[in-house]
């Protein structure tokens, strides 16, 4: 039987609606490489730019090969673990997915990688970029994407066997995405070490500013714009109605979604300003723009389930974790220079036990099954649901640290045991750029001290 009309049009807007999220999430690619420039000393950039190039190419092809397989799979053997169909996208366009839905989804597991990179910029081999991102993309991520937002995941909301009765929400990837970006990159910093100089001699903190506070407000403001892809453009479809109601559908919450996930960067972004202002005496424009991500990160889980002021209160304590943790993480001497695993993961952390105490009924219902009349849902513990969906968000939260650390946590000790994972102390002071990729970004720069040619850098080496 031919689709009418009215469905073949439908399904074209969908998929239009599909792929441009998909393209505004890649844009993030582009925030994250100024982002990270601008974050790192100049004689790091080139150094920063290509790891962000590759994570974005490395991630293709491991997610192509078999990391969609790995989250998505489906069939007589799928199980609740892992993905077991559609490698290499065989038998894709099928029943349940076609080629936008697998754009849009690349478009996720190449971020991830994005996130880690930031947590050991400015001290580690090339080589080690390009093995811990094809893993965590063709791997690590898709198992847990598989978990939550497969039908057949064990942690599912759209589970037939539904966890505690709720399922985990994570409706665009708080805990999927920026929990697991940020504990692999904790265990990055961890297992490296510290930049040289970044503390002295007797532990005390030193100041290692990024090179350029415009590249980092460029990419933030393109991070901000890529959001309203990741959160809004989570709903798959736009045109979908809901019954009995009067011009309501997907496009009501996709625009409420907006609003949510503005309010909360905003809120942490203007509460980090204030904040930091308390503790370090003065305005800080890159505080205000990694407060404004926290919040971002925060909010991406529930950022369709929640009421536009509860995004205000998720914002709040983003800000707050993130500038305790930032505060912790000197005293253990993490140095993490993007503040990514403090970011990424302690705001993503927050943000899945937000959606726990905060998610509402009516707007769960709408998300998860299309509006559908007589649906019953576990709302937020704090919006009389129990506690059903906070103890399945508890759960995500714990698995995710735990199969991160088991899977990267070693994948980064035999990088450093076979030596192949930092570089050596005389490259990482002169500067990953003349060191490891034939020159500077720029013709010229504050540390002119150095060696400014490849060829400079060697017959210093050789002397």
Same mark, same amino acid.
Not at 209 to 236: E, Q
Not at 334 to 343: G, H, Y
């Given at each position: 039987?031919?689709?009418?009309?009215?469905?073949?049009?439908?399904?074209?807007?969908?998929?239009?609606?599909?792929?441009?999220?998909? !393209? =505004?999430?890649?844009?993030?690619?582009?925030?994250?490489?100024?982002?990270?420039?601008?974050?790192?000393?100049?004689?790091?950039?080139?150094?920063?730019?290509?790891?962000?190039?590759?994570?974005?190419?490395?991630?293709?092809?491991? !997610?192509? %090969?078999?990391?969609?397989?790995?989250?998505?799979?489906?069939?007589?053997?799928?199980?609740?673990?892992?993905?077991?169909? !559609?490698?290499?996208?065989?038998?894709?366009?099928?029943?349940?997915?076609?080629?936008?839905?697998?754009?849009?989804?690349? *478009?996720?597991?190449? *971020?991830?990688?994005?996130?880690?990179?930031?947590?050991?910029?400015?001290?580690?081999?090339?080589?080690?970029?390009?093995?811990?991102?094809?893993?965590?993309?063709?791997?690590?991520?898709?198992?847990?994407?598989?978990?939550?937002?497969?039908?057949?995941?064990?942690?599912?909301?759209?589970?037939?066997?539904?966890?505690?009765?709720?399922?985990?929400?994570?409706?665009?990837?708080?805990?999927?995405?920026? %929990?697991?970006?940020?504990?692999?990159?904790?265990?990055?910093?961890?297992?490296?070490?510290?930049?040289?100089? #970044?503390?002295?001699?007797?532990?005390?903190?030193?100041?290692?500013?990024?090179?350029? *506070?415009?590249?980092?407000?460029?990419?933030?403001?393109?991070?901000?714009?890529?959001?309203?892809?990741?959160?809004?453009?989570?709903?798959?479809?736009?045109?979908?109605?809901?019954?009995?109601?009067?011009?309501?559908?997907?496009?009501?919450?996709?625009?409420?979604?907006?609003?949510?996930?503005?309010?909360?960067?905003?809120?942490?972004?203007?509460?980090?300003?204030?904040?930091?202002?308390?503790?370090?005496?003065?305005?800080?424009?890159?505080?205000?723009?990694?407060?404004?991500?926290? +919040?971002?990160?925060?909010?991406?889980?529930?950022?369709?389930?929640?009421?536009?002021?509860?995004?205000?209160?998720?914002?709040?304590?983003?800000?707050?974790? =993130?500038?305790?943790?930032?505060?912790?993480?000197?005293?253990?001497?993490?140095?993490?220079? =993007?503040?990514? *695993?403090?970011?990424?993961?302690?705001?993503?952390?927050?943000?899945?036990?937000?959606?726990?105490?905060?998610?509402?009924?009516?707007?769960?219902?709408?998300?998860?099954?299309?509006?559908?009349?007589?649906?019953?849902?576990?709302?937020?513990? =704090?919006?009389? +649901? +129990?506690?059903?969906?906070?103890?399945?968000?508890?759960?995500?939260?714990?698995?995710?640290?735990?199969?991160?650390?088991?899977?990267?946590?070693?994948?980064?000790?035999?990088?450093?045991?076979?030596?192949?994972? #930092?570089?050596?102390?005389?490259?990482?002071?002169?500067? %990953?750029?003349?060191?490891?990729?034939?020159?500077?970004?720029?013709?010229?720069?504050?540390?002119?001290?150095?060696? #400014?040619?490849?060829?400079? !850098?060697?017959?210093?080496?050789?002397?």
């Amino acid at each position: 039987m031919e689709p009418s009309w009215e469905s073949s049009v439908t399904e074209s807007i969908n998929a239009i609606y599909l792929l441009f999220s998909a !393209y =505004l999430v890649f844009v993030m690619q582009l925030g994250f490489a100024m982002l990270c420039a601008g974050s790192v000393r100049a004689k790091n950039a080139m150094n920063i730019m290509l790891t962000n190039v590759v994570d974005a190419v490395v991630g293709s092809l491991s !997610y192509y %090969l078999f990391g969609f397989a790995f989250a998505f799979g489906e069939g007589p053997s799928e199980n609740p673990f892992i993905g077991t169909s !559609y490698f290499a996208l065989h038998s894709i366009p099928s029943s349940s997915y076609d080629y936008s839905f697998f754009l849009y989804q690349w *478009a996720f597991a190449i *971020a991830v990688a994005g996130i880690t990179s930031g947590s050991i910029a400015e001290r580690t081999q090339f080589s080690a970029y390009l093995i811990f991102s094809f893993f965590l993309s063709g791997f690590v991520y898709p198992v847990v994407a598989h978990w939550v937002w497969s039908s057949s995941g064990w942690l599912s909301s759209s589970s037939s066997s539904l966890l505690f009765g709720s399922g985990a929400i994570d409706f665009a990837g708080s805990g999927v995405v920026h %929990l697991v970006g940020g504990v692999a990159g904790l265990w990055g910093a961890l297992i490296e070490g510290p930049r040289v100089g #970044r503390f002295d001699a007797f532990g005390k903190p030193m100041v290692m500013r990024g090179h350029n *506070a415009t590249l980092v407000v460029l990419g933030t403001f393109l991070l901000w714009f890529g959001w309203f892809g990741f959160n809004p453009g989570s709903f798959g479809k736009i045109l979908v109605a809901y019954p009995n109601t009067v011009n309501q559908g997907n496009w009501t919450a996709v625009g409420r979604t907006a609003v949510t996930t503005t309010l909360a960067g905003s809120t942490a972004g203007i509460v980090t300003l204030f904040g930091r202002r308390l503790l370090v005496g003065h305005w800080d424009a890159l505080d205000v723009c990694n407060g404004l991500l926290g +919040g971002f990160v925060a909010i991406t889980s529930g950022c369709s389930v929640v009421e536009p002021w509860a995004a205000i209160v998720c914002g709040f304590f983003a800000a707050w974790v =993130l500038i305790g943790l930032n505060i912790l993480a000197l005293k253990l001497k993490i140095d993490d220079p =993007l503040e990514a *695993a403090q970011l990424h993961g302690g705001c993503g952390a927050w943000g899945l036990i937000f959606t726990g105490l905060f998610a509402k009924e009516e707007f769960i219902i709408q998300a998860y099954d299309s509006g559908l009349i007589g649906a019953s849902r576990s709302s937020g513990l =704090l919006m009389g +649901g +129990g506690w059903g969906l906070i103890g399945a968000q508890l759960v995500e939260l714990l698995v995710i640290v735990g199969w991160v650390s088991l899977t990267m946590g070693p994948l980064f000790y035999l990088l450093h045991w076979l030596g192949i994972l #930092r570089i050596s102390m005389d490259d990482e002071v002169a500067g %990953l750029d003349i060191s490891s990729h034939g020159g500077y970004a720029y013709n010229a720069h504050e540390e002119e001290s150095g060696p #400014r040619f490849y060829g400079d !850098y060697m017959r210093m080496q050789n002397n």
